[in-house]
């Protein structure tokens, strides 16, 4: 049984960081293109971040780039993102997923964890 488990979430003030961890079982990592999402009260869920398994190409949404880091660790099976100089827009329950190509699109994604909630103060 796959299963994907997001940490790391919590209450940071504006300009603060965190970072997510997301630990998977039943899959390896390196087989998988790692997504990164985030869902806001009353809004869609969005792309934050994905990272590929081959050549380790990496995408950002236009919001978070610069001050997010998506990385890997293989031999923990386990991905991080970095999140920086994080600002209220940021409030969202973070989730990651796992799935066969490189690409922002959540319908793409195979595999799903349950969330971890961040709340940046203002």
């Known amino acids: 049984e796959v299963q994907l488990q997001a940490s790391g979430g919590g209450l940071v003030q504006a300009g603060g960081s965190l970072r997510l961890s997301c630990a998977a079982s039943?899959?390896?990592?390196?087989?998988?293109?790692i997504g990164w999402f985030r869902q806001a009260p009353g809004k869609e869920r969005e792309g934050v971040s994905c990272?590929?398994?081959?050549?380790?190409?990496?995408y950002y949404a236009d919001s978070v780039k610069g001050r997010f880091t998506i990385s890997s660790n293989s031999r923990k099976n386990t991905v991080y993102l970095q999140m920086n100089s994080l600002n209220p827009d940021d409030t969202a329950v973070y989730y990651c997923?796992?799935?066969?190509?490189?690409?922002?699109?959540?319908?793409?994604?195979?595999?799903w964890g349950k969330g971890t909630q961040v709340t940046v103060s203002s």
């Open positions: 997923a796992a799935g066969p190509i490189l690409t922002m699109r959540k319908d793409a994604y195979t595999y």
């Open positions: 039943g899959l390896t990592f390196d087989d998988y293109t």
């Open positions: 990272k590929s398994s081959g050549d380790g190409t990496t």
